[in-house]
């Protein structure tokens, strides 16, 4: 323990600005994912559903030696698509390359990748929603034919040589199921929608990360992390890092329950994961719109935000715990956003108005995925 301990020993916010609950990678994620990807199906917690689904479908392509059908994984950042897809090459022995929708805004991109596949090859495209239109057309007939078109010169004298293929497996990752144009959805054998954890599920990530980390933590602080994790695997390991990182620097080392709260207090996040962006996002909503409807650009700019990422990042865990509901209107806060806050909700505001089909549990309340 050390006596002259500040914040700044500790990383409350990174460098690039990055929340500490973010879905998405950030600072040091990356070596620490590799330490902690389950490799196998087994290992691999929770999404028992998807799990068993994609068993089958890897057990027939195996029985068949053929390439696997072609699997879109659709889910928030920080489920475990990557994870996956990596498992996905494993259990099939087959070799994985990996690239993203933004690598490849040329067809002659896409080609150079998939004319270098080995038979049986993995292709893992992560953000495949972001990929240019050329390159998503050739990838149609790669997909189904296994084949490209090279297109040689330009204008009336442009030839297409064809290219045969070898079979292979893609593997697409998409955080946005919605934008993918339905001839690109309808060539996978294979859609999983992953969902948000449940918090047993949680738990026993954090248990097993732990171990992993040789960070010694109680059941009790397990679970009190796993509470604050929004559903989401890759928030609950950044999170018991921190709080790793607290321990050594406030207690010995050891993460008990109130080594635990003190250490998300600090880091702002609060009992159900809310960071300061998702309570700006909501004190804004409450105080100075009156629960709503807003839109959304005029919600970003109460907070200093792009759309995109109050859209993206914070509006998925919002909805999903009930506070806000997505309406034609506009963005509305629920009765219980008010509660959260401490706040009176006004009487016949919009906010106690039933949402329809607004349900604000389940998946699909999640919002565009
Ligand atoms: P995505 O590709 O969906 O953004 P990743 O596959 O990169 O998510 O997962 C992020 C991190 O969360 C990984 O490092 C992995 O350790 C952890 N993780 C995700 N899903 C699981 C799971 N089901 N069991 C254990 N750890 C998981």
Same mark, same amino acid.
């Given at each position: 323990?050390?006596?002259?301990?500040?914040?700044?020993?500790?990383?409350?916010?990174?460098?690039?600005?990055?929340?500490?609950?973010?879905?998405?990678?950030?600072?040091?994620? +990356?070596?620490?994912?590799?330490?902690?990807?389950?490799?196998?199906?087994?290992?691999?917690?929770?999404?028992?559903?998807?799990?068993?689904?994609?068993?089958?479908?890897?057990?027939?392509?195996?029985?068949?030696?053929?390439?696997?059908?072609?699997?879109?994984?659709?889910?928030?950042?920080?489920?475990?698509?990557?994870?996956?897809?990596?498992?996905?090459?494993?259990?099939?022995?087959?070799?994985?390359?990996?690239?993203?929708? %933004?690598?490849?805004?040329?067809?002659?991109?896409?080609?150079?990748?998939?004319?270098?596949?080995?038979?049986?090859?993995?292709?893992?495209?992560?953000?495949?929603?972001?990929?240019?239109?050329?390159?998503?057309?050739?990838?149609?007939?790669?997909?189904?034919?296994?084949?490209?078109?090279?297109?040689?010169?330009?204008? %009336?004298?442009?030839?297409?040589?064809?290219?045969?293929?070898?079979?292979?497996?893609?593997?697409?990752?998409?955080?946005?199921?919605?934008?993918?144009?339905?001839?690109?959805?309808?060539?996978?054998?294979?859609?999983?929608?992953?969902?948000?954890?449940?918090?047993?599920?949680?738990?026993?990530?954090?248990?097993?990360?732990?171990?992993?980390?040789?960070? +010694?933590?109680?059941?009790?602080?397990?679970?009190?992390?796993?509470?604050?994790?929004?559903?989401?695997?890759?928030?609950?390991?950044?999170?018991?890092?921190?709080?790793?990182?607290?321990?050594?620097?406030?207690?010995?080392?050891?993460?008990?329950?109130?080594?635990?709260?003190?250490?998300?207090?600090?880091?702002?996040?609060?009992?159900?994961?809310?960071?300061?962006?998702?309570?700006?996002?909501?004190?804004?909503?409450?105080?100075?719109?009156?629960?709503?409807?807003?839109?959304?650009?005029?919600? +970003?700019?109460?907070?200093?935000?792009? %759309?995109?990422?109050?859209?993206?990042?914070?509006?998925?865990?919002?909805?999903?715990? &009930?506070?806000?509901?997505?309406?034609?209107?506009?963005?509305?806060?629920?009765?219980?956003?008010?509660?959260?806050?401490?706040?009176?909700?006004? +009487? &016949?505001?919009?906010?106690?108005?039933?949402?329809?089909?607004?349900?604000?549990?389940?998946?699909?309340?999640?919002?565009?995925?």
């Amino acid at each position: 323990m050390t006596a002259d301990f500040d914040r700044s020993d500790l990383e409350v916010v990174h460098d690039d600005g990055s929340r500490i609950v973010a879905g998405e990678p950030v600072a040091d994620d +990356a070596a620490i994912d590799v330490a902690l990807r389950p490799r196998t199906l087994d290992a691999f917690i929770g999404q028992q559903r998807v799990k068993d689904q994609l068993g089958l479908v890897l057990q027939a392509a195996s029985a068949r030696g053929r390439a696997a059908d072609h699997v879109l994984l659709a889910g928030p950042p920080g489920l475990g698509k990557t994870t996956l897809s990596m498992i996905i090459a494993a259990e099939l022995g087959m070799p994985l390359r990996v690239t993203s929708g %933004p690598a490849l805004q040329h067809a002659g991109d896409l080609a150079a990748v998939l004319s270098s596949l080995v038979p049986g090859e993995v292709l893992f495209l992560d953000e495949i929603h972001r990929m240019s239109r050329a390159a998503e057309e050739m990838l149609y007939l790669a997909m189904e034919d296994f084949r490209v078109d090279i297109i040689v010169g330009k204008g %009336p004298g442009a030839t297409a040589i064809p290219l045969e293929l070898p079979q292979f497996t893609l593997v697409g990752a998409t955080t946005r199921a919605g934008l993918l144009p339905g001839p690109l959805r309808d060539r996978f054998g294979f859609t999983a929608y992953m969902d948000f954890y449940e918090t047993a599920d949680l738990r026993a990530i954090l248990a097993r990360s732990a171990a992993l980390l040789d960070v +010694a933590t109680t059941p009790d602080a397990a679970a009190e992390i796993a509470d604050r994790s929004r559903g989401t695997p890759r928030v609950a390991n950044r999170l018991l890092r921190r709080v790793r990182d607290f321990a050594q620097v406030r207690a010995d080392g050891h993460v008990d329950l109130d080594v635990a709260r003190s250490a998300l207090a600090l880091y702002e996040v609060d009992e159900i994961g809310l960071d300061r962006l998702d309570r700006a996002v909501l004190d804004a909503l409450l105080r100075r719109f009156g629960g709503g409807p807003v839109g959304l650009s005029t919600l +970003a700019v109460a907070v200093g935000e792009e %759309p995109e990422t109050v859209e993206t990042v914070c509006e998925p865990f919002l909805v999903r715990a &009930g506070f806000l509901a997505r309406t034609p209107r506009g963005r509305v806060a629920t009765t219980a956003a008010w509660a959260h806050l401490g706040l009176a909700a006004p +009487a &016949g505001s919009t906010a106690t108005l039933p949402f329809g089909d607004q349900t604000p549990t389940g998946t699909d309340a999640a919002g565009p995925i």
